[in-house]
Nanobody, 124 residues
Framework: QVQLVESGGGLVQAGGSLRLACAASGRLFSNSAMGWFRQAPGKEREFVAANSWSGGSTRYTDSVKGRFTISRDNTKNTMYLQMNSLKPEDTAVYYC?????????????????WGQGTQVTVSS
């Protein structure tokens, strides 16, 4: 079993930065692909970024490439999402997710465990 807790969300002006963290409990973290997803009001949950179990392979949705960076520290059971040059359209609840698989995926269905989410609001 894996429990995930996100932190670091908040209100920021357009062009600003935030760093999200996802703390994981349980023994699967270091062998699990991890991902960040987001969900805006009235919209479906969408993929943002993911990395493989070692962090050696990463994947991003096109709209955040060059602005967001996903990373992980397996010694601390923590994953991060550094978000720079934030835009109002980045406003959403951000969720971290863990998979039983080692290889990252951009599909919601590939992930077995989810956090409760953290709100990110970007004002114009």
């Amino acid at each position: 079993q894996v429990q995930l807790v996100e932190s670091g969300g908040g209100l920021v002006q357009a062009g600003g930065s935030l760093r999200l963290a996802c703390a994981a409990s349980g023994r699967l973290f270091s062998n699990s692909a991890m991902g960040w997803f987001r969900q805006a009001p009235g919209k479906e949950r969408e993929f943002v970024a993911a990395n493989s179990w070692s962090g050696g392979s990463t994947r991003y949705t096109d709209s955040v490439k060059g602005r967001f960076t996903i990373s992980r520290d397996n010694t601390k059971n923590t994953m991060y999402l550094q978000m720079n040059s934030l835009k109002p359209e980045d406003t959403a609840v951000y969720y971290c997710a863990a998979s039983r698989q080692r290889i990252e995926s951009d599909r919601v269905s590939a992930y077995d465990y989810w956090g409760q989410g953290t709100q990110v609001t970007v004002s114009s």
